[in-house]
């Protein structure tokens, strides 16, 4: 099972973007959800984050701008992201901290996954 999240690009200050973000295999539940993000030369951050029922959580720098959502049935995750700023662009990554995971032989909870990262560019 992985994590794949897409959506990156190069948008001007101003514009919009959306990342999303979803297991490869059969995954039947995802408890928190979240979205961080790490522009060179800087530590990676939390941007957002959203539990199973629905409680959100977001940067200060964000707040007003980017909104969190899920999807419990196919256990996915967006990012909307409005207004964007220069100071925005960095790689996005998902990460989900306790999955219940389908294997043909065998089920069970898994801890700590990380999507691959997607590169938001905030450019003029």
């Known amino acids: 099972v992985q994590l794949q999240a897409y959506g990156g690009g190069l948008v001007q200050p101003g514009g919009s973007l959306r990342l999303s973000c979803a297991p490869s295999g059969t995954v039947f539940v995802i408890t928190t959800y979240a979205w961080y993000r790490q522009a060179p030369g800087k530590q990676r951050e939390l941007v957002a984050s959203m539990t199973r029922d629905g409680s959100t959580n977001y940067a200060d720098s964000v707040k007003g701008r980017f909104t969190i959502s899920r999807d419990n049935i196919k256990e996915s995750v967006d990012l909307e992201m409005n207004d964007l700023k220069p100071e925005d662009t960095a790689v996005y990554y998902c990460?989900?901290?306790?999955?219940?995971?389908?294997?043909?032989?065998?089920?069970?909870?898994?801890?700590?996954?990380w999507g691959q990262g997607t590169l938001v560019t905030v450019s003029s």
């Open positions: 990460n989900a901290d306790r999955l219940y995971v389908h294997y043909s032989a065998y089920e069970r909870w898994e801890y700590d996954y």
